[in-house]
Structures are given as C-alpha cells and as structure tokens.
C-alpha cells in the first residue's frame, strides 16, 4: 500500500527555534500534499495544501510566513515552524494523495510530536 | 453546526459485542466519504472508504445514505485491538478536495 514517512516523529526544542518537519511519499508520486495539526482531544485540522512546484495553499487564521511550506518536487514536502512558541506544541501530520487520484483517499505520515519549552 | 459531527463517546463494549457508529455530515454536495482508525498519540490509517451500495471488509461494515447525509460504520465480533477512535471523513465537493474530519469517536473493547 501507499507510503508516507514523515520525520522527525518528535521535538523538543526551546521557544524561539525553527523546527523543519519533512513528508515524504515512498512509493508514489504526490503532487498535493496535506499539512494538518491535531490538539489533545480535538480534530485534525487542515492548516495548508502543498502544491509541487507551486505555492501552498493555506487555510484560514493559519499564518504563511511562521508556517513555510516547500514542495520541491513529487516525493517531499517540508513545513517549517518559525520561531516555535509554546502554543504551537501539537501533533503536526501530513497526508499525501496519488498524482491523478483527486477522489482517493489520503496516505499519513506517522506524524510529528512538537513540544515546545 | 460542525461540518462532520460524530458522538464523541466513548463507547465502552465487550469482546464479541458488536458496535455501530454514526456520523452525519453538512455538505450535501460532499462527493467521497471514508473511515480512518487513529491509535492514542499516533496518525490516523485508512479504514476503509464508504459508498451508497455499503461496503464490508471482514468484520467491518460501512453505509452512506446521501438523501440522510448519514453515514455508519457497524464492527461485528468486537476485539480488544479495535479499540481506537473512528474518525469520520468527508472530502466536499468544490473544496479542492481537502478532506474534512469529524472529531472522532472513542472505542474501549474490555475483556
């Protein structure tokens, strides 16, 4: 089945650090790419859509300039929080989608734990 | 009014039980629907994807019913591995086809 990796699975860092979180897909090509964030006991959250070669496209009250958005090529997506505050602790997950495949349903990556002290 | 809204639970069964969730969803041009499985702390895997002629995969079954913009998903034979929580999800027509997700419902199989 599809693949998506996702790393690092877990951060701890001190307020005032970017924190750089790559998804990848393995062993398919994902021309959107999804970036979600999930509180305890809450849903996800669509924060962004990530287009290769393109800008992202970001939901609204997320801000584009603290969470920076790549899509370099078919197989990886990187999102940056910059300059983490406590408040942006959270489960941070991406999801990718097959190329020609806008009905299917997304792949996850194993998502990253982002704590921030 | 939530776009996907399911009963939070949790559902607290025995081994063997069977148990039925529902989920209701908004959007009535909503074009494709799924369940997803998210373990404690972990990402959420494909369960399986809901159709209007149902579908069943082993002890899995799953219903949509587009005129109710309802959809269920019914475990029979309950194991103590099914416990997780049931995300309902729902991909809106005309929304770029981002998927949107229900707050989830918690299962407990006990012994």
């Known amino acids: 089945g599809a693949v998506v990796s996702q790393h690092p699975s877990w951060v701890i860092c001190k307020s005032g650090t970017s924190v750089k979180i790559e998804c990848r897909s393995l062993d398919f090509q994902a021309t959107t790419m999804f970036w979600y964030r999930q509180f305890p006991k809450q849903s996800l959250m669509l924060m962004a859509t990530s287009n290769e070669g393109s800008k992202a496209t970001y939901e609204q009250g997320v801000e584009k300039d603290k969470f920076l958005i790549n899509h370099a090529s078919l197989t990886l997506s990187t999102l940056t929080v910059t300059s983490a505050h406590p408040e942006d602790s959270s489960f941070y997950i991406c999801s990718a989608r097959a190329t020609g495949s806008s009905n299917q349903p997304q792949h996850f990556g194993d998502g990253t734990r982002l704590s921030i002290l | 009014r939530k776009e996907v809204e399911q009963d939070p639970g949790p559902f607290n069964v025995p081994e063997g039980a069977t148990v039925a969730f529902n989920c209701t969803y908004s959007?009535?041009?909503?074009?494709?629907f799924f369940w997803y499985r998210q373990d404690c702390r972990k990402e959420p895997k494909l369960l399986m994807s809901v159709y209007s002629s149902g579908n069943e995969d082993g002890r899995f079954t799953a219903q949509l019913n587009r005129a109710s913009q309802y959809i269920s998903l019914l475990i029979r034979d309950s194991k103590l591995s099914d416990s997780a929580t049931y995300l309902c999800?729902?991909?809106?027509?005309?929304?770029?086809?981002?998927?949107?997700f229900g707050t989830g419902t918690q299962l407990k199989v006990e012994l």
């Open positions: 999800v729902v991909n809106f027509t005309g929304g770029g086809n981002k998927l949107t």
């Open positions: 959007n009535s041009a909503s074009q494709s």
